[in-house]
């Protein structure tokens, strides 16, 4: 087989990558090659019972600009559904009690959510020292610039909540690239935030309409699959299923990629894989590429769905979960109220709850068996919401690999592994590199067709 452009990995980073070479550069001599049954990667949704069960990412946020454009293109506009309003409240587990997040900062600094003394250090984070010359910490960021307090409770759980990650260990540049932006350039993340809230004011005026940075947590009717179901239908037969890649190898002015199922030549080649599969077809083409892939780790985290009756706990379960520090509950990380968040994702009259375990700090729980797994859970919320009645069904799902891990030092073997593969005329783009977040994969695509692009012009 013969292609212009070879997209090695058919998760959301491979398929839209597909879907903006087309877009964006009219280019449809491509083929996606994806070495499972089935596209997606980490998205995958099931119906069951009614219930939708999402086996990774339960949504997106709405600000991004390339994932809607991209869903817009995929005729998708009609299906998103945004996290309902009435699950506005979400909680931080402290001292065994779940806290609601208060949405003002003057609400904030009357709340429980933090001892008084962790409240009122956040008020010196203008006077914080600045920062230091080397990648740091997030931990180590927030405790310098809002304490101690806040960053073991409230980072702590923002970190386990988007990277199942150690705060300890990730890069704050690498995992939130803003944040370290907003103290380089205004000195202090107090005075960013008022900047921003000044902006968006004017620009809310000026466009007459709503401005929120944050986004809203978005799906699909039907579940996150519908994106990565839709692009892989596009691609018709250029999507090859089934097809792992065992190795890449230059020949002449073109790759030669040996699959299960034969040789595939192709001009230009990216490679949208986890990190170590990467490495792995870099070995022959880029072997400085190799040492620094091979050290982005990944956390595993297993996901437990349970559906029960609507006054199963003897109390209400409302607003959009709860996310769990270090230090609270062995194993547990968080739990999203998907009844709530979206309504239309399970019968009325029913509670559906979305826990997730293990993660950078407990690796371990992810090997627990089906009833292992099940009874951490429910042990864990049984001590958290007060009961632990018998669900009506429950859904397990692991992923070993799970999410890229960006320790400190992740900015440069990225730079590092992207100039050897570059050298070799070779592409990188998904989650092991620049966000994991499926509208960080989406931009990274696009970013990266253009460069394939570029490729092939020189
Ligand atoms: C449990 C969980 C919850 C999450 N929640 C959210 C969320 O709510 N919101 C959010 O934005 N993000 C979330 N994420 C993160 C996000 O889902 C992922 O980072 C993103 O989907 C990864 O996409 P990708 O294309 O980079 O990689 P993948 O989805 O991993 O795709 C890589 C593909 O490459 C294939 N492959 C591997 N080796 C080969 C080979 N040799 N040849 C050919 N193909 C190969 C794999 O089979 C796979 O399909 C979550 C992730 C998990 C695991």
Same mark, same amino acid.
């Given at each position: 087989?013969?292609?212009?452009?070879?997209?090695?990995?058919?998760?959301?980073?491979?398929?839209?990558?597909?879907?903006?070479?087309?877009?964006?550069?009219?280019?449809?001599?491509?083929?996606?090659?994806?070495?499972?049954?089935?596209?997606?990667?980490?998205?995958?949704?099931?119906?069951?019972?009614?219930?939708?069960?999402?086996?990774?990412?339960?949504?997106?946020?709405?600000?991004?600009?390339?994932?809607?454009?991209?869903?817009?293109?995929?005729?998708?506009?009609?299906?998103?559904?945004?996290?309902?309003?009435?699950?506005?409240?979400?909680?931080?587990?402290?001292?065994?009690?779940?806290?609601?997040?208060?949405? $003002?900062?003057?609400?904030?600094? @009357?709340? !429980?959510? *933090?001892?008084? &003394?962790g409240?009122? /250090? =956040?008020?010196?984070?203008?006077?914080a020292r600045t920062r230091p010359d080397h990648d740091e910490t997030v931990f180590d960021f927030a405790r310098r610039r809002i304490g101690r307090r806040a960053a073991e409770v409230l980072v702590d759980a923002m970190v386990t909540g988007v990277f199942a990650g150690d705060s300890r260990e990730l890069s704050l540049a690498a995992t939130f690239p803003r944040m370290a932006a907003m103290e380089a350039e205004h000195g202090s993340l107090t005075r960013a935030m008022i900047a921003?809230?000044?902006?968006?004011?004017?620009?809310?005026?000026?466009?007459?309409?709503?401005?929120?940075?944050?986004?809203?947590?978005?799906?699909? $009717?039907?579940?996150?699959?519908? @994106?990565? !179901?839709? *692009?892989?239908? &596009?691609?018709?037969? /250029? =999507?090859?299923?089934?097809?792992?890649?065992?190795?890449?190898?230059?020949?002449?002015?073109?790759?030669?990629?040996?699959?299960?199922?034969?040789?595939?030549?192709?001009?230009s080649v990216l490679l949208t894989l986890p990190a170590e599969r990467a490495a792995r077809l870099l070995e022959n083409t880029a072997p400085a590429a190799v040492k620094p892939l091979s050290e982005i780790p990944t956390a595993p985290i297993a996901v437990v769905m349970l559906a029960y009756d609507a006054n199963a706990f003897g109390r209400p379960v409302h607003g959009f979960g709860f996310l769990v520090p270090r230090g609270e509950e062995p194993g547990l990380l968080g739990t999203l109220y998907c009844h709530d968040i979206f309504p239309g994702q399970a019968p009325t009259g029913s509670l559906f709850l979305r826990a997730m375990v293990g993660g950078a700090r407990a690796p371990a729980a992810v090997a627990l068996d089906d009833d292992e797994l099940i009874a951490l859970v429910r042990a864990a919320l049984e001590r958290i919401l007060g009961a632990d009645p018998e669900?009506?069904?429950?859904?397990?799902?692991?992923?070993?690999?799970?999410?890229?891990?960006?320790?400190?030092?992740?900015?440069?073997?990225?730079?590092?592994?992207?100039?050897?593969?570059?050298?070799?005329?070779?592409?990188?783009?998904?989650?092991?590199?620049?966000?994991?977040?499926?509208?960080?994969?989406?931009?990274?695509?696009?970013?990266?067709?253009?460069?394939?692009?570029?490729?092939?012009?020189?």
């Open positions: 087989m013969k292609t212009r452009v070879a997209i090695v990995g058919g998760g959301i980073t491979g398929l839209a990558a597909a879907a903006w070479l087309e877009h964006d550069h009219r280019i449809d001599d491509l083929l996606v090659i994806e070495s499972s049954s089935r596209a997606g990667g980490k998205i995958r949704s099931e119906i069951d019972a009614g219930y939708t069960v999402e086996w990774g990412p339960q949504g997106f946020l709405d600000n991004a600009p390339d994932t809607l454009e991209l869903t817009r293109i995929q005729g998708l506009g009609d299906a998103l559904v945004q996290a309902d309003e009435g699950a506005a409240d979400r909680f931080i587990l402290r001292g065994g009690r779940l806290r609601r997040v208060a949405a $003002s900062p003057l609400a904030f600094m @009357l709340s !429980d959510i *933090l001892p008084l &003394g409240r009122l /250090r =956040l008020i010196a984070e203008p006077f921003k809230m000044r902006a968006a004011r004017r620009e809310g005026a000026r466009s007459g309409g709503p401005s929120g940075p944050g986004g809203t947590l978005t799906s699909f $009717s039907g579940g996150m699959a519908r @994106l990565p !179901d839709s *692009l892989a239908e &596009g691609l018709g037969d /250029r =999507l090859l299923l089934g097809r792992g890649v065992q190795k890449l190898q230059v020949d002449g002015e073109s790759f030669i990629l040996t699959t299960d199922a034969g040789d595939i030549e192709a001009q669900p009506d069904r429950v859904w397990t799902m692991r992923w070993e690999k799970g999410i890229s891990q960006y320790t400190v030092g992740h900015l440069d073997r990225v730079a590092a592994a992207e100039e050897a593969a570059g050298n070799a005329g070779i592409e990188l783009a998904g989650s092991p590199y620049r966000g994991v977040s499926v509208n960080d994969c989406i931009k990274q695509a696009r970013v990266a067709a253009t460069r394939v692009v570029q490729r092939l012009r020189r």
